[in-house]
């Protein structure tokens, strides 16, 4: 297992069209986490995941947003109905209970 | 809420010239963690640092905490052009009042370093 990995890499959508976005943690990893990055900022927290428990979210993730960890291993993050507001870059991270987080490359999001 | 100042924003040297980034949080951190990521890529991580006092080092990379655990700074060491890339430092949510949640992470707005060949 070489690291995070999150697919797509790059997603271009209409405004009002729904995406979803796939994260891959490392194998071990239990715990599970979503940011999202502007131009020029640093990342802000959305949501984390530990197995399959969905344990907090932030205020920053609508009901245009859900995220999902079914099975404990892979997580998929869903946006309806997108707004021009939504375009950023989306970074999945995970960590076992006690060692730091790390990051996947993130899926860039456009809506146009 | 807690928040991280970054400073400077931007920073352009020559290679080989040393450098500091600065962290400062508006409250005590318990656990502090720098990334560095290329404009467009994931964060990779560096260091982090749980105790006051602190100092770790990786290649030229030194990053330190301060004894009242409210300001980090990351000095890099002879730069080289593959030091380029944002530098975040990254506050711990989860560690606060004893906590074990790691990974739920405040940002600083990051720094942009630059290195001129």
């Known amino acids: 297992d070489t690291g995070v990995s999150q697919d797509p890499r790059h997603k271009i959508t209409k405004r009002g069209q729904n995406v979803t976005f796939r994260c891959d943690p490392i194998s071990e990893h239990n715990r599970l986490y979503w940011y999202r990055q502007t131009l020029g900022q640093g990342p802000e927290f959305l949501t984390y995941?530990?197995?399959?428990?969905?344990?907090?979210k932030s205020r920053l993730l609508s009901d245009r947003f859900s995220a999902e960890r079914p099975k404990g291993s892979f997580s998929t993050l869903e946006i309806q109905r997108t707004e021009q507001g939504d375009s950023a870059m989306y970074l999945c991270?995970?960590?076992?209970?006690?060692?730091?987080?790390?990051f996947g490359q993130g899926t860039r999001l456009t809506v146009v | 809420s807690q928040e991280l100042e970054q400073s400077p924003q931007s920073l352009i040297v020559q290679e080989g010239k040393n450098l500091t980034i600065n962290c400062t949080s508006s409250k005590t951190l318990y656990g502090l963690y720098w990334y560095k990521q290329k404009y467009g890529e994931g964060l990779i991580f560096l260091m982090m640092l749980q105790k006051g006092g602190e100092e770790k080092s990786h290649e030229k990379i030194t990053a330190k905490l301060d004894e009242k655990k409210q300001q980090s700074s990351l000095h890099i060491t002879a730069s080289q052009p593959s030091h380029a890339g944002i530098y975040l430092c990254g506050a711990d949510k989860g560690l606060v009042g004893g906590g074990t949640s790691y990974g739920k992470l405040t940002f600083g707005q990051g720094t942009i370093l630059t290195v001129h060949p």
């Open positions: 991270a995970s960590s076992l209970r006690s060692t730091e987080a790390f």
């Open positions: 995941f530990q197995n399959e428990a969905q344990l907090e």
